[in-house]
């Protein structure tokens, strides 16, 4: 019986994988390799402008990928172009004999000796030749045993199976090249595709999640993963300046008299100096962005310099804020916080409400008002009720639960080895809270009962909903945001807050930001055991509520606990 597997023996179907692997990685490169010319911004002779020109005109890995892929992609094209698709395998004696089925010995016999004669008469490749002849002999030898040819009659071949090879050098298949084989497989596969892989997926989204290039992240990471301790928003400023690349390449359009004349502003009025060497465009606008209150400051600054500041070093801060999370910066972390803050605040408190219309534009309410011109805005109900959306909040309880103790309101010990709930209950000052103690679900319904859904109902569903198996961090009762006190005028910043949580001064996570409703607002957490958390019998936890846009409304409940 023949063979059942098939393959392709002239090698097409290789070409055709190659040229299907390549094709992606030329287009993907393409771009990258031959990027559209940019101009350059304004000269600039600090440190980080001058590497960036200097990697521009320099090393380009991707114009290397591409090339390296153009030329080897030519082999497969030629091959699947010139080559013919053959398959060996598909074996059929009465095809391969020219006979029908009620062909007798005699004329397989005549149709056998013919096509040999043939076959060996013909000046062909050597190796083709043999081929044939053997696929004739076999023909020959199945339908001259009876019984075989029954059984194909019957039957056929069978059942085939496909089998596509890649071809692999002669040399490659002696015995004393087994090792090298193996190395090589190691070496391509184990080492060098998961670098390739890593490095194009890491490159193929230019932004992370906050707004900021990978880049910069990566760079704010290295700078801040051996810090111990940073005490001024200042710092946090230089560090975001000197790793944004978006910064970096952005064309400030501020002239360099209004920038020598704001540095000279922020250390002889407000006392902020800059270090040596960082006397930069991007460092003075920075600086500059929390000094708006001062008049000249305003006035020298270009409109499209400072949202670009402005968005670039909320991205920042964001940025750092998750980066110090992650490495357990307590105070980095709540630093943040602070710099998010004297931004949004900046902005001239007397002409906020007159930013709230689409139609106003900044020359036109500060500008104008500084040389001495009107501006009047017919105020809408909603401004003159803004002051009262800007209200603070305050944590009334904190509830926790676990499948063994269930829920703990006033108790003080806890199986540290269960996995825990916890539940921050909020309400706005003024607001009466509607807060009730929690109470376990009750199953009434006998031990042997058939009815078993009576073990998957929620025990304590107020603290640990079916929704904390989705999401760690569930949020009832918010609203959506309205605009803060003092919106930044190109970006209108939301009036949020945010749930802070600390096991023994750890930080362990904080929720996304919302506004309280009016009625009362619940913050429900999914965490590991306590043990995981920590390796005291103590636990100390507390819940930090953050006003993310003002000073002074932040609170703070605490709750200690006994692990058994």
Same mark, same amino acid.
């Given at each position: 019986?023949?063979?059942?597997?098939?393959?392709?023996?002239?090698?097409?179907?290789?070409?055709?994988?190659?040229?299907?692997?390549?094709?992606?990685?030329?287009?993907?490169?393409?771009?990258?390799?031959?990027?559209?010319?940019?101009?350059?911004?304004?000269?600039?002779?600090?440190?980080?402008?001058?590497?960036?020109?200097?990697?521009?005109?320099?090393?380009?890995?991707?114009?290397?990928?591409?090339?390296?892929?153009?030329?080897?992609?030519?082999?497969?094209?030629?091959?699947?172009?010139?080559?013919?698709?053959?398959?060996?395998?598909?074996?059929?004696?009465?095809?391969?004999?020219?006979?029908?089925?009620?062909?007798?010995?005699?004329?397989?016999?005549?149709?056998?000796?013919?096509?040999?004669?043939?076959?060996?008469?013909?000046?062909?490749?050597?190796?083709?030749?043999?081929?044939?002849?053997?696929?004739?002999?076999?023909?020959?030898?199945?339908?001259?045993?009876?019984?075989?040819?029954?059984?194909?009659?019957?039957?056929?071949?069978?059942?085939?199976?496909?089998?596509?090879?890649?071809?692999?050098?002669?040399?490659?298949?002696?015995?004393?090249?087994?090792?090298?084989?193996?190395?090589?497989?190691?070496?391509?596969?184990?080492?060098?595709?998961?670098?390739?892989?890593?490095?194009?997926?890491?490159?193929?989204?230019?932004?992370?999640?906050?707004?900021?290039?990978?880049?910069?992240?990566?760079?704010?990471?290295?700078?801040?993963?051996?810090?111990?301790?940073?005490?001024?928003?200042?710092?946090?400023?230089?560090?975001?300046?000197?790793?944004?690349?978006?910064?970096?390449?952005?064309?400030?359009?501020?002239?360099?008299?209004?920038?020598?004349?704001?540095?000279?502003?922020?250390?002889?009025?407000?006392?902020?100096?800059?270090?040596?060497?960082?006397?930069?465009?991007?460092?003075?606008?920075?600086?500059?962005?929390?000094?708006?209150?001062?008049?000249?400051?305003?006035?020298?600054?270009?409109?499209?310099?400072?949202?670009?500041?402005?968005?670039?070093?909320?991205?920042?801060?964001?940025?750092?804020?998750?980066?110090?999370?992650?490495?357990?910066?307590?105070?980095?972390?709540?630093? +943040?916080? =602070? !710099?998010?803050?004297?931004?949004?605040?900046?902005? /001239? *408190?007397?002409?906020?409400? $007159? #930013?709230?219309?689409?139609?106003?534009?900044?020359?036109?309410?500060?500008?104008?008002?500084?040389?001495?011109?009107?501006?009047?805005?017919?105020?809408?109900?909603?401004?003159?009720?803004?002051?009262?959306?800007?209200?603070?909040?305050?944590?009334?309880?904190?509830?926790?639960?676990?499948?063994?103790?269930?829920?703990?309101?006033?108790?003080?010990?806890?199986?540290?080895?269960?996995?825990?709930?916890?539940?921050?209950?909020?309400?706005?000052?003024?607001?009466?809270?509607?807060?009730?103690?929690?109470?376990?679900?009750?199953?009434?319904?006998?031990?042997? +009962?058939? =009815? !078993?859904?009576?073990?998957?109902?929620?025990?304590? /569903? *107020?603290?640990?909903?079916? $929704? #904390?198996?989705?999401?760690?961090?569930?949020?009832?009762?918010?609203?959506?945001?309205?605009?803060?006190?003092?919106?930044?005028?190109?970006?209108?910043?939301?009036?949020?807050?945010?749930?802070?949580?600390?096991?023994?001064?750890?930080?362990?996570?904080?929720?996304?930001?919302?506004?309280?409703?009016?009625?009362?607002?619940?913050?429900?957490?999914?965490?590991?055991?306590?043990?995981?958390?920590?390796?005291?019998?103590?636990?100390?936890?507390?819940?930090?509520?953050?006003?993310?846009?003002?000073?002074?409304?932040?609170?703070?409940?605490?709750?200690?606990?006994?692990?058994?």
């Amino acid at each position: 019986m023949s063979s059942k597997y098939e393959y392709d023996a002239s090698g097409v179907s290789s070409s055709l994988l190659a040229i299907v692997l390549l094709v992606p990685v030329i287009a993907i490169t393409y771009s990258r390799a031959f990027p559209p010319k940019k101009t350059l911004p304004a000269p600039c002779r600090c440190q980080e402008c001058v590497k960036l020109k200097e990697e521009r005109r320099g090393f380009n890995i991707y114009r290397i990928i591409f090339l390296c892929a153009c030329a080897l992609i030519a082999l497969p094209i030629k091959n699947a172009i010139m080559g013919k698709y053959e398959r060996t395998g598909a074996f059929d004696p009465y095809d391969v004999l020219s006979l029908d089925t009620s062909a007798t010995d005699q004329d397989v016999l005549t149709a056998y000796r013919s096509l040999v004669r043939e076959t060996k008469m013909n000046r062909e490749d050597k190796r083709a030749q043999n081929e044939k002849v053997q696929k004739i002999l076999r023909a020959k030898d199945l339908l001259l045993d009876h019984a075989k040819r029954e059984s194909w009659d019957a039957f056929g071949e069978g059942e085939v199976g496909k089998s596509h090879v890649i071809a692999i050098p002669e040399w490659a298949l002696s015995q004393n090249s087994a090792i090298l084989i193996i190395l090589i497989y190691i070496s391509l596969l184990g080492i060098a595709l998961p670098k390739v892989v890593s490095y194009l997926w890491k490159f193929s989204f230019d932004y992370s999640a906050v707004g900021i290039s990978y880049r910069t992240a990566e760079s704010l990471f290295h700078q801040m993963k051996h810090v111990k301790k940073c005490s001024t928003i200042y710092t946090l400023i230089e560090w975001i300046t000197q790793s944004s690349t978006e910064m970096a390449e952005h064309a400030w359009k501020t002239p360099q008299a209004n920038l020598d004349r704001l540095q000279r502003i922020l250390s002889a009025d407000l006392a902020i100096s800059t270090a040596p060497g960082l006397a930069s465009a991007r460092h003075v606008l920075s600086l500059s962005a929390l000094a708006l209150k001062n008049e000249q400051v305003l006035t020298l600054i270009d409109n499209s310099d400072l949202s670009k500041i402005q968005e670039e070093l909320l991205n920042g801060a964001m940025a750092v804020r998750l980066i110090s999370q992650h490495l357990k910066q307590k105070e980095i972390f709540y630093l +943040t916080f =602070d !710099l998010e803050r004297c931004l949004v605040l900046s902005i /001239p *408190e007397p002409k906020y409400s $007159e #930013l709230q219309y689409p139609d106003t534009h900044f020359p036109d309410v500060f500008i104008k008002a500084f040389e001495g011109k009107k501006y009047d805005v017919e105020h809408s109900e909603i401004d003159k009720e803004i002051d009262q959306n800007m209200f603070k909040a305050k944590i009334v309880a904190i509830d926790m639960y676990t499948a063994v103790d269930g829920p703990i309101t006033k108790g003080e010990v806890i199986t540290g080895s269960a996995e825990c709930s916890l539940r921050v209950v909020l309400v706005r000052e003024g607001h009466a809270s509607q807060y009730l103690p929690p109470t376990p679900l009750k199953v009434s319904a006998p031990v042997d +009962t058939e =009815d !078993l859904s009576i073990f998957t109902d929620e025990e304590c /569903p *107020e603290i640990s909903p079916k $929704e #904390l198996e989705k999401s760690p961090i569930v949020i009832r009762g918010s609203v959506d945001s309205v605009s803060a006190h003092n919106p930044l005028f190109y970006a209108p910043q939301k009036y949020t807050w945010s749930v802070v949580l600390e096991v023994n001064g750890v930080l362990i996570t904080e929720s996304s930001g919302f506004t309280p409703g009016v009625a009362d607002t619940e913050v429900l957490f999914k965490l590991p055991s306590f043990q995981s958390l920590t390796h005291s019998k103590k636990a100390v936890v507390d819940v930090h509520l953050v006003c993310t846009k003002f000073f002074n409304r932040d609170t703070l409940f605490r709750k200690t606990l006994i692990l058994r």
